[in-house]
T-cell receptor, first 110, second 113 residues
């Protein structure tokens, strides 16, 4: 199993829709998780951290399922400006490095 | 604070040439990373460093070298450039590798012809 796996998409959704992405990870000892956003031809930027109890920031909700080893990102009321690639990040225990998923591409359509 | 600064932003190299991609951060971060991102693909770790004088290989280190003589700087050296090294290169830093946000530079777009 890869350290971090994401569905590459693209997810094409209409404005106002709710969309969810999952990211599975292999290291059961991982404690911290993050979602990053990457716009086309730009650098990744932190969107939100994922806490054990879940995390909500406006239209965005991130959740952690330790039993099944995945994190999720839910976007409600999608905006055109949400179109981007969403990367999940799982720090790799024992390697002192940050592992990025390959990303899920979201395209919000008018 | 400037954050993470990468230079140059764009570069075209001929096969067999060498160059150094510069990366500097002013956040006093211990951890620094070099990633490459091929078109439509995810980030692949080339090298990383957990502090001055300490570097280690990532997933795709072949054809690259790094050094970390100071906390601030983490240059990436390409020796004998090959077309397979055409990519976008991102430098990043974080306070701690495991628990904290990574900050990225704006990237260097490298084409090898």
């Amino acid at each position: 199993r890869k350290e971090v796996e994401q569905d590459p998409g693209p997810f094409n959704v209409p404005e106002g829709a709710t969309v969810a992405f999952n990211c599975t990870y292999s290291n059961s000892a991982s404690q911290s998780f993050f979602w990053y956003r990457q716009d086309c031809r730009k650098e990744p930027k932190l969107l939100m951290s994922v806490y054990s109890s879940g995390n909500e920031d406006g239209r965005f909700t991130a959740q952690l399922n330790r039993a099944s080893q995945y994190i999720s990102l839910l976007i409600r009321d999608s905006k055109l400006s949400d179109s981007a690639t969403y990367l999940c990040v799982v720090p790799a225990q024992g390697y002192q490095k940050v592992t990025f998923g390959t990303g899920t591409k979201l395209q919000v359509i008018p | 604070n400037a954050g993470v600064t990468q230079t140059p932003k764009f570069r075209i190299l001929k096969i067999g040439q060498s160059m150094t991609l510069q990366c500097a951060q002013d956040m006093n971060h211990n951890y620094m990373y070099w990633y490459r991102q091929d078109p439509g693909m995810g980030l692949k770790l080339i090298y990383y460093s957990v502090g001055a004088g300490i570097t280690d290989k990532g997933e795709v280190p072949n054809g690259y070298n790094v050094s970390r003589s100071t906390t601030e700087d983490f240059p990436l050296r390409l020796e004998l450039a090959a077309p397979s090294q055409t990519s976008v290169y991102f430098c990043a830093s974080s306070y701690s590798g495991l628990e904290t946000e990574a900050f990225f530079g704006q990237g260097t777009r490298l084409t090898v012809v």
